[in-house]
């Protein structure tokens, strides 16, 4: 049922049915999503660290070194732009070959503990598929797909 359809009906049904069929719809979407970009090999994915200014040239060089000697995932970037002005940050992405492969992925959470630039009672970091960032979901996005796969927070 679309949600076209289902706010036709909502006169008839009440706010939790609607809510928990939505939801129900949402789930399907995101598991034909994690399918069809396996299926298509479009596998890659992130973890995502938002380190403040005055500290992203170091982190950067400590992940630049851990990729170049074949240490973490596939590769990693900086955002080459100032950065959030509004929170003082920059993004540095860390890849990994395959979102589904969740041994690696934890693999590579690890290596990025390992010289702390993540630890555990901290501000989590997160890992998002590059097939939801094709598909532009983002935070807040209209079909209420959460736009990350994995925390940190439930893996270190």
């Known amino acids: 049922m679309t949600k076209f359809a289902l706010e036709q009906n909502i006169a008839q049904l009440s706010a939790a049915i609607v809510t928990r069929q939505m939801c129900f719809e949402r789930d399907i979407a995101v598991a034909a999503i994690h399918h069809l970009a396996i299926t298509m090999e479009m596998t890659t994915g992130k973890w995502m660290l938002f380190p403040p200014l005055d500290r992203v040239n170091h982190i950067w060089s400590v992940v630049a070194h851990a990729v170049a000697t074949g240490h973490l995932g596939l590769g990693a970037k900086v955002s080459p732009k ?22 690696d992925v934890i693999r590579v959470l690890h ?13 989590p970091i997160y890992y998002k598929c590059d097939a939801y960032t094709y598909l532009e979901i983002f935070s807040g996005n209209r079909w209420d797909i959460r736009p990350s796969l994995y925390s940190s927070k439930g893996m270190l």
């Not at 290596?111 to 501000?123: A, F, Y």
């Open 82 to 103: 100032l950065g959030h002005l509004e929170t003082g940050r920059k993004l540095i992405c860390i890849y990994t070959y395959d979102f589904s492969n969740i041994e």
């Open 111 to 123: 290596t990025l503990r390992d010289p702390g630039l993540v630890r555990r009672n901290e501000t």
